[in-house]
């Protein structure tokens, strides 16, 4: 186990593009940090500058207290799983996963010992001898994984290693590695652009957009205490909705329905008179029908998609739309016209202009 500092780390390319802006982060020692984002935002670039696979512009690494922003790879003693498998088709799995310690020159009965206990963990002991074209995607996932942890390196570093597993593979393989990093104890960073991935194995969540850290913290935190609308919006499935207003009369506008900002912000709401926010809230957390201290709102049903566990319901109150989750026994039908509420607690308010909170769950923030 390692515990990892990157301060004000920089990425600039040759071509002056500035992919990592003013990265900092200390990691703990096995503690399991997720990068989270969409395409290009700088997570993977942030994590090819951990491995030492590509050159920091500015800043300092350090693991265990020691700047590491100049050794190799190999030297930081880091293990990689990447996107792709990276297997050797001519190689079987024993061979795969033996490969850097053979590498390494360790003895045969030692690499044996360690293989098979290796295998064990990863339930990979039947396929031993099968080569990784007999495999299926989440088998060779989990002997990319094998090769990794089989090293006994205090980081892990794992790039989008289940973007290429079907929908029921991905469920399984983000138990398994729940698993692995219970077993291992290592120090893990992980890689991701799907925020259920991180919701369900980081202990500490590092949001990113545009190569900026927008927010870093438990996957609670992220979910219930949002800084900005980025954050609010990519966590969460479906995401928050959010309807964009001007405050008049103390009021925002959601359709014809008028929603009073007085108990939410008291005095304060006349600071926002004539100047647009944003009124967000998660589609799980309204109620159909009229409830006490919430926001009563009539709209119309556009659609319904159902879910099985749950029904999304896609609303429209004149010319806001709205996704609503609910219980798929109260699916709504399609055309008609219903009333849903809106928990004051569960509501979240912007800045339209910075984007940047002002009210979360009924605590008042400086914006």
Do not use: W
Not at 55 to 70: A, C, K, P, Q, T
Not at 303 to 325: F, P, Q, S
Request: aromatic share 8%; hydrophobic share 40%.
């Amino acid at each position: 186990m390692a515990t990892l500092e990157l301060k004000n780390i920089n990425k600039i390319y040759p071509n002056g593009f500035h992919a990592v802006h003013d990265f900092n982060l200390t990691i703990d020692k096995g503690e399991f940090i997720v990068f989270v984002g969409p395409s290009g935002c700088g997570k993977s670039t942030t994590l090819r500058m951990i491995a030492g696979l590509e050159e920091i512009s500015s800043g300092d690494f350090l693991i265990d207290g020691n700047r590491v922003n100049e050794l190799g790879p190999r030297e930081r003693e880091v293990a990689m799983v990447f996107q792709s498998y990276a297997l050797y088709p001519q190689m079987t799995v024993y061979d795969n996963i033996a490969f850097g310690l053979t590498l390494q020159g360790v003895d045969d009965d030692v690499i044996e010992e360690r293989v098979l206990k290796t295998a064990k963990i990863l339930g990979l002991t039947d396929y031993l001898d099968r080569l990784p074209r007999a495999l299926s995607g989440g088998q060779r996932q989990r002997v990319a994984i094998g090769r990794s942890i089989i090293r006994k390196v205090g980081i892990f570093l794992m790039d989008e290693p289940l973007s290429n597993l079907d929908a029921k593979q991905r469920v399984t393989m983000r138990a398994e590695i729940a698993q692995i990093h219970r077993e291992t104890g290592a120090t893990t960073i992980y890689v991701t652009h799907d925020q259920t991935e991180a919701m369900t194995l980081a202990d500490r969540i590092v949001v990113m957009k545009d190569g900026y850290v927008q927010q870093i913290g438990t996957p609670k935190e992220l979910y219930f205490d949002p800084v900005n609308v980025f954050v609010a919006g990519f966590i969460g499935e479906p995401p928050m909705n959010f309807i964009r207003s001007v405050v008049t009369g103390g009021k925002v506008s959601f359709g014809e329905n008028q929603l009073d900002l007085a108990p939410l912000l008291g005095d304060k709401a006349a600071a926002y008179e004539g100047k647009k926010i944003v009124f967000g809230f998660r589609p799980e957390a309204i109620v159909l029908g009229a409830a006490e201290d919430s926001y009563h709102v009539t709209c119309s049903v556009e659609l319904t998609e159902m879910l099985g566990d749950n029904t999304n319901v896609y609303v429209v109150a004149g010319e806001d739309r709205a996704i609503l989750k609910v219980n798929p026994y109260d699916t709504p039908e399609t055309d008609s016209t219903i009333t849903f509420s809106i928990p004051r607690k569960s509501v979240y308010l912007f800045d339209d202009e910075t984007e940047m909170v002002i009210q979360q769950q009924n605590a008042v923030l400086n914006a």
